[in-house]
């Protein structure tokens, strides 16, 4: 069947490193894959995107690797601030017309 | 990226009762998306709304119970009926803006709670 997993457990770190979150899925195959942050009470905004073909994509702090061949991406916040802490989502593309399927999410903790 | 309002923010109901819920758009946007995020897990899919004609939904989702409706490309409403405590959930709506995008933009959701 199906399946995306993100970290199950939270991940608390220390303000300045780098946090690094996983999303592995099986029996997908996605042409592009979103990550998200959600914080509590809001909806979930999209941070970056990055497509199959791309291994690696960034955008400020913000690094995305894609290897499709493990299945997995890795998402990175460098010099990581209090402000990142907050729920962070990988989605899927379903492959049928824009619908994405999410992860369960990972939350982050960033202490200062 | 797109500016997407939602009424109610949220709502207290009691069972056997339904409950609409509205999203805005500031734009026109090609897709509209209905998710439900229960408590503590991820965001599951109910349905595609589909302008001007019937939406699309998920596997265990069904138009008796969210109908969908969205007449426009700005507008669209979930209506939960005969709710039960089972639904209390958060409701959210999102959209994609254009046809070669694939980012959604949320709103910012309808926590509803069904005593």
């Known amino acids: 069947s199906q399946k995306i997993e993100q970290n199950s457990e939270a991940l608390n770190i220390q303000e300045g490193k780098t946090a690094t979150l996983t999303c592995n899925y099986t029996?997908?195959?996605?042409?592009?894959l979103q990550w998200y942050r959600q914080d509590p009470g809001r909806g979930p905004v999209f941070l970056l995107l990055?497509?199959?073909?791309?291994k690696e994509k960034r955008k400020e702090r913000l690094k995305v690797t894609f290897d499709t061949t493990l299945k997995q991406s890795l998402f990175h916040i460098t010099a990581s601030q209090p402000a990142d802490s907050a729920t962070y989502l990988c989605?899927?593309?379903?492959?049928?017309?824009?619908?994405?399927?999410f992860g369960q999410g990972t939350e982050l903790s960033v202490k200062p | 990226s797109a500016v997407i309002s939602q009424k109610p923010s949220r709502d207290i109901c009691q069972r056997g009762t339904s409950l609409t819920i509205q999203c805005q758009v500031d734009?026109?946007?090609?897709?509209m998306f209905w998710y439900r995020q229960q408590p503590g897990q991820s965001l599951t899919l109910i349905a595609t709304?589909?302008?001007?004609?019937?939406?699309?939904?998920e596997s265990g989702f069904v138009i008796d119970k969210f109908p969908i409706s969205r007449p426009n490309l700005t507008f669209s409403t979930l209506t939960v009926s005969n709710m039960s405590p089972e639904d209390s959930s958060i409701y959210l709506c999102?959209?994609?803006?254009?046809?070669?995008?694939?980012?959604?933009?949320f709103g910012p959701g309808t926590r509803l709670t069904v005593t």
């Open positions: 999102s959209v994609v803006k254009g046809a070669s995008s694939y980012e959604q933009y």
């Open positions: 029996n997908y195959s996605p042409a592009y």
């Open positions: 990055i497509r199959e073909n791309e």
């Open positions: 989605a899927l593309d379903d492959s049928q017309g824009g619908k994405l399927i």
């Open positions: 734009s026109q946007v090609t897709m």
């Open positions: 709304a589909n302008q001007g004609s019937e939406a699309t939904y």
